[in-house]
């Protein structure tokens, strides 16, 4: 049986800098408060089905377009 792999997101802060992003911008896409983001770049567990969004959207397989039709 293949073991699972746990998602990682331990470099999200870095992710969102790069993309030049503040909190605010960078979270409400996915539909997650400043302050919520805040805690999880400092640290505290991502919820699993943000984290399947993260990597949905990570990986491409959702784009920007998807997540603000999303949140209409």
């Known amino acids: 049986m ?3 792999k746990k998602l990682d997101f331990s470099d999200i ?3 969102r800098k790069k993309e ?3 909190q605010k911008d960078f979270w ?3 539909g997650v408060t400043q302050s919520g983001g805040s ?3 400092s640290g505290r567990n991502i919820p699993k ?3 399947i ?3 949905l959207h990570r ?3 959702v784009t920007d377009k998807d997540l603000a039709d999303a949140l209409k």
């Open 2 to 4: 293949a073991r699972k």
């Open 39 to 41: 805690r999880y770049e």
């Open 59 to 61: 990986s491409g397989k």
């Open 20 to 22: 030049q992003l503040n």
């Open 53 to 55: 969004l993260l990597w």
């Open 28 to 30: 409400t896409r996915y």
């Open 13 to 15: 802060a870095d992710a």
């Open 49 to 51: 089905p943000l984290a």
